[in-house]
């Protein structure tokens, strides 16, 4: 087994240090696109940047704790549409790559968003 392939996604995502670099990233993404900003205009970025970078760091197999509320209650009455979902994905890639991020990496994080689909769109 090489070491890539016993390394979790976690570290080859560049660890606590790494992952807190895309989640502020990601959420300064998010602010800046057209589709989804809206959805941003009451928030606190920098609550948002450590809840992302909480959700980010625990579902790739770090130590981290997330400690905001699950996906479904936080996006149920929300109505996010698949327009919307698509721009959030669009957005992730797009941070991941700029951040030197892996194909494969980007691929696994890809997958685990897209089972997430079912806990944001339309509820």
Not at 7 to 26: E, F, M, P, Q
Not at 65 to 80: A, E, F, Q
Not at 94 to 113: C, Y
Request: net charge negative; no cysteine.
């Amino acid at each position: 087994m090489t070491q890539t392939m016993t390394r979790t996604l976690y570290d080859r995502l560049g660890g606590g240090a790494g992952l807190r670099k895309i989640a502020s990233d990601l959420v300064d993404e998010h602010l800046r696109n057209p589709v989804i900003a809206p959805r941003f205009s009451k928030s606190d970025p920098e609550m948002v940047k450590r809840l992302a970078y909480e959700f980010f760091a625990a579902g790739s197999g770090g130590t981290e704790t997330y400690t905001g509320r699950d996906l479904r209650t936080i996006h149920s009455g929300m109505n996010v549409s698949e327009e919307e979902f698509v721009a959030t994905v669009d957005d992730v890639l797009k941070v991941l790559h700029a951040n030197g991020i892996g194909q494969r990496e980007q691929e696994e994080v890809l997958a685990i968003f897209w089972t997430l689909k079912g806990d944001v769109l339309r509820i």
